[in-house]
């Protein structure tokens, strides 16, 4: 691509570099120029200005983006992507539906490594987004690009991005109680929430004593596709009341304990082909843990193993980040 100023006499079907102003009329950068463009321009006393003109082998950043964004997105409906329309050098990527950003870093980051011009910057991985939610932005930082980089930009970048929709309708939630008295709907509100808002629909409410026994036994009549276990009293050891109830329901835990802050009381099992989540007590709270991202991985039909979960302590100090939305505490 050329770019720099030129006579007015040169610019015609050139792209002009900055807004300009015209009488009332303004215009805007990426035009490109008309006879009459040029007229109102030398009208308005301009005899030179910026241009950009495509060079052989080049290709217009609309263009550009658009060819990019459709190797990456080489299958939107399996890939749970929509493209939308290319304009300014930019084309956006949106969820078909709500679930969780699957992306591959390591293939991404090769796209944004052929040439500066060349650009994707994406929702970090295992976001949760709704339907409709813009998952990534493709943008051709110059008027054009060289075809030759765009085409090793989009190398082996198909598929390197997806939304994985949830593979689950139902939950149940079991909660325990310590005493005679039924605990407060505030856990199952909070749970009903982050369900509702993946399309899964919640059980009738369980309480059962916190005994390994009765809890056993609500595990193995839950309905739900996913059962969910939220404690009177905290699991704070793998041989505790909640993971002892599901070995004995016959089923098996997997990972106790998460590097996440708030979150370090879950714990994740299976009992027969049904995903079973211990919850932690910050559960109870609509605010971000790392239960969030356990349950919304789970959901969507990802498997989480123990290396996955150990993996979450890198970015995991969820406890008094600017944006989590409810900060256990105030130091004022």
Not at 130 to 151: C, E, H
């Amino acid at each position: 691509m050329k770019f720099g100023q030129v006579l007015l006499s040169a610019a015609e079907g050139a792209i002009l570099a900055h807004s300009l102003r015209v009488g009332p009329r303004r215009i805007a950068k990426g035009t490109e120029l008309t006879p009459t463009d040029l007229a109102d321009l030398e009208a308005a006393g301009h005899d030179k200005i910026t241009v950009a003109r495509l060079a052989a082998g080049d290709l217009h950043e609309n263009e550009a983006a658009l060819a990019l964004a459709r190797m990456i997105i080489a299958d939107p409906e399996a890939q749970g992507v929509r493209i939308s329309g290319a304009g300014a050098g930019r084309v956006n990527l949106y969820a078909r539906t709500c679930g969780v950003v699957q992306l591959d870093p390591q293939r991404l980051r090769a796209v944004n490594e052929v040439d500066p011009m060349i650009s994707i910057a994406t929702v970090p991985a295992w976001h949760r987004v709704d339907a409709g939610g813009m998952i990534a932005t493709i943008k051709i930082i110059s008027y054009a690009v060289p075809q030759t980089a765009l085409r090793r930009a989009g190398e082996g970048a198909s598929g390197a991005l997806r939304v994985r929709a949830p593979a689950y309708r139902t939950a149940t939630l079991i909660e325990t109680r310590v005493s005679q008295e039924i605990p407060s709907e505030k856990g199952r509100g909070a749970m009903f929430g982050r369900l509702d808002r993946m399309g899964l629909q919640l059980s009738p409410r369980v309480v059962v004593p916190h005994q390994e026994q009765d809890l056993a036994q609500a595990m193995t009549e839950a309905p739900g596709d996913i059962v969910l276990i939220l404690t009177g009293s905290a699991t704070s050891d793998p041989m505790d009341v909640a993971p002892e109830a599901l070995r004995l329901a016959g089923g098996e835990v997997t990972r106790f304990g998460m590097p996440v802050d708030p979150g370090n009381l879950l714990f994740l099992g299976a009992l027969g082909a049904k995903p079973v989540i211990g919850l932690p007590g910050c559960a109870r709270s609509p605010a971000l843990n790392g239960a969030d991202w356990v349950l919304e991985r789970v959901i969507c039909g990802i498997d989480v193993s123990s290396g996955d979960i150990a993996a979450m302590g890198v970015g995991g100090l969820l406890k008094e980040i600017p944006t989590r939305p409810m900060p256990r505490r105030s130091d004022g």
